[in-house]
């Protein structure tokens, strides 16, 4: 677990320090205050040998693509590519202390590309140059140092290619189906478990249904509908029906025959995905983009009672933002009525022109709620 987390040079972000970090943190501030780019460069820190989360965090933006001359510039404060992104964290365990730096670099590497087989098992024959427009001539560079001041290194560049694999040097062969990000992935020290559920880009069904699977083969399906009983109490049970067009999880609401969960609303979907995420990121953790989408304000003291729960059983440290101020009555009240101080909010304000983080601890809610209108 994080107890303290630290960024510069990321996004809108020119330098943040929040600490200290709780199980449970709710980050709060205005508009353009830089709290999903705080769980961006969380998301990004867990995978120090990943240099394709970069590129992943743009299509939860609603990015398509890359600009293959300016590699994931919008990384980088003030879009410049000169600086260095530096991530830090401290915890309380090994696998949750160290350093990631993150830079542009351009390429020197000689590039050419071999002509992809009918199989994937089949390694590609021959060679042949390649138009050095198939790749980014700039890479993402990652340096992670770990807890025992050991530098791993990995690098990640655009490939534009489709059909191909692309080999550098005698090192590496990338056999690509699709054109995206490809590079050379340094072996690193194990990470904790860590998902993204992102605002604007929500879990598929065919998501739920893979992790669903997992619950109940785990006999956790039971323990789910409970979870999702806080905010449709008609929920008797979970089930998955391989029906058309697709497998899907369904819900006997006591209706008169099963329903897809969709049909019960999207808070119900919403929590669905939560909770399934949270099972699946055992001992490690989730962030959850504008928790309260979704979500009636009559029900969110119920979801952060189901959110407790799902953190303790699943030992899963969470950090979600908002901007409602309903949503941070509710966890104020849900963490009360348990008598759990395991919770902090984190509220984002300018500060001499820089984004700054006050933490507000479990003992200090209410002074911190008093202040409504800033906290949002």
Known sequence: MYTSFGIKNFRCIEELSVGPLARVNLIAGKNNMGKTALLEALWLYSGPNLPDLGDRLARFRGIPGQDPGRLLHDLFFGFDEQRTILLAANGVDGVCKGILNIRSQMREDVVTAVPASDSPSTPPRGSQETDVSAVSDT?????????NAQTHISSGWWVRAEGQSVQLGTNATMTLTHGGMTGQDAKTPSRPSNIFLSARQRTGPEEDVRRFGDAELEGYADRLANCLRRVDPRIERLLTIAALPAPMVYADAGLSRPVPIGFLGDGVSRLLSMALAFREARKGIILIDEVENGLHHSVLKNVWEALNWLSKEFEVQVFATTHSQEC????????????????????????????????YPFEDLDFALDYGTELR
């Open 139 to 147: 890479a993402i560079v990652l340096d992670y140092i770990d807890e």
């Open 328 to 359: 941070m009555e509710a966890a104020r009240d849900a963490f009360t009525s348990t008598e759990d101080e395991d919770f902090h909010i984190h509220r984002l304000t300018l500060r001499d022109e820089q984004i700054a983080a006050t933490t």
